[in-house]
């Protein structure tokens, strides 16, 4: 899949295999507080009526705390998936998947809440969040 750059320049960007649906409950992979997230939305995505929007490596999520501090508890946030159980495809022919399914909770800015990541991160997540990708204890 290419988007166009601009002049008539196409940038390759990998499509990567979309492995959670809305309502799905994913463990908090940062030390902000909050230990399990569930997804209310996805941003920027654009798919058929009546169909769940999901969500990928990399993607940026509306989120709903449901295990967690009792601050954070019900409240809206915004998260990036870092980790998918689902396997996807890199653009130099090999498959990764993860263990669990995971996200680390973000300020509207882009700039991550908590100060450390526990567990690994794809690579992917480096490319489109540098911020994150700073507090990154591992890149697969």
């Not at 909050?34 to 999901?54: D, H, M, S, T």
């Not at 996200?103 to 794809?122: H, N, T």
Request: with cysteine.
């Amino acid at each position: 899949m290419s988007r166009k750059v601009g002049r008539g320049i196409r940038k390759f960007i990998p499509r990567i295999a979309r492995g959670l649906p809305i309502g799905a409950k994913i463990h908090c992979a940062d030390n902000s507080g909050a230990r399990e997230l569930q997804i209310i939305a996805v941003f920027g995505y654009k798919g058929n009526v009546r169909k769940l929007a999901k969500a990928g490596v990399g993607d940026q999520i509306n989120v709903a705390v449901t295990k967690g501090k009792q601050d954070l508890r019900k409240q809206v946030l915004q998260a990036i998936i870092v980790r998918q159980r689902k396997p996807y495809r890199r653009p130099d022919g090999s498959w990764i998947q993860f263990e669990d399914n995971a996200a680390v909770l973000i300020k509207p800015g882009g700039e991550p809440q908590g100060s450390e990541l526990r567990g690994p991160m794809a690579r992917e997540v480096t490319l489109r969040w540098p911020r994150v990708a700073a507090i990154a204890s591992k890149i697969v």
